[in-house]
Nanobody
Framework: EVQLVESWGGLVQAGGSLRLSCAAS????????IGWFRQAPGKEREGVSC????????YYADSVKGRFTISRDNAKNTVYLQMNSLKPEDTADYYC????????????????WGQGTQVTVSS
């Protein structure tokens, strides 16, 4: 079974931090680029960050640059999103996605999607 499972979302005060995890199974993890997306109620889905299969290349949306860091541990088949200095506008459901090509992640056209984890940032 090909699967991505997001975890460790939650409720945090503005200015606080969370670290999301995306655990993969059922495919060759180190052959895939991984991305994080988010969607708030009534809003368009937004690409947040992505990372190449080796971890050598990363991208960030302008809205999160300097605050969020994406990383991966291929030995654990896991990608992380460290989120610092959180703002209320970061509140959303966060999803991870996988594709062999990072350009597909950037385009939002990917092979595998997770089910999401909720992040709520309060004032």
């Amino acid at each position: 079974e090909v699967q991505l499972v997001e975890s460790w979302g939650g409720l945090v005060q503005a200015g606080g931090s969370l670290r999301l995890s995306c655990a993969a199974s059922g495919f060759t993890f180190d052959a895939y680029a991984i991305g994080w997306f988010r969607q708030a109620p009534g809003k368009e889905r937004e690409g947040v960050s992505c990372i190449s299969n080796s971890g050598a290349t990363t991208y960030y949306a302008d809205s999160v640059k300097g605050r969020f860091t994406i990383s991966r541990d291929n030995a654990k088949n896991t990608v992380y999103l460290q989120m610092n200095s959180l703002k209320p506008e970061d509140t959303a459901d966060y999803y991870c996605a996988a594709d062999p090509y990072i350009r597909a992640i950037v385009a939002g056209a990917v092979e595998v999607w997770g089910q999401g984890t909720q992040v709520t940032v309060s004032s």
